[in-house]
Nanobody, 128 residues
Framework: QVRLVESGGESVQAGHSLKLSCIAS????????MGWFRRAPGKEREFVAV????????KYADLCKGRCTFSRDNAKNMVYLQIDDLEPEDTDVYYC?????????????????????WGQGSQGTVSS
């Protein structure tokens, strides 16, 4: 189990970028798949991006439209999500999530129920 804390949420104007960070406490961070999700008020939490443990490849949701960049630094127990060219529709609470998986795992964990550990969320607000 890991404890996750997001940061970086802020109020920005449309067209600008948002860079979110998530730090994990606990051991063996490199064994965890890390995902980013977001939720708007009154809506379901939706998948944004996730990496894959077997090869480090990243899967992005269609909502990214080429604007998202996922990265991680295992030495610092950190993951990041940058969203460029922001739109007001990107106004959401952004969450990072973690789940320990075996080294050869070939699947992308894109569902909420795939994760056991969640951060508290970080609010990003985009104004037009």
């Amino acid at each position: 189990q890991v404890r996750l804390v997001e940061s970086g949420g802020e109020s920005v104007q449309a067209g600008h970028s948002l860079k979110l960070s998530c730090i994990a406490s606990g051991r063996a961070f490199e064994t965890y798949v890390m995902g980013w999700f977001r939720r708007a008020p009154g809506k379901e939490r939706e998948f944004v991006a996730v990496d894959r443990r077997s090869d480090g490849n990243v899967k992005y949701a269609d909502l990214c439209k080429g604007r998202c960049t996922f990265s991680r630094d295992n030495a610092k127990n950190m993951v990041y999500l940058q969203i460029d060219d922001l739109e007001p529709e990107d106004t959401d609470v952004y969450y990072c999530a973690a789940e320990s998986v075996y080294e050869g795992n070939l699947f992308y964990q894109t569902e909420e129920e795939d994760y056991g550990d969640w951060g508290q969320g970080s609010q990003g607000t985009v104004s037009s």
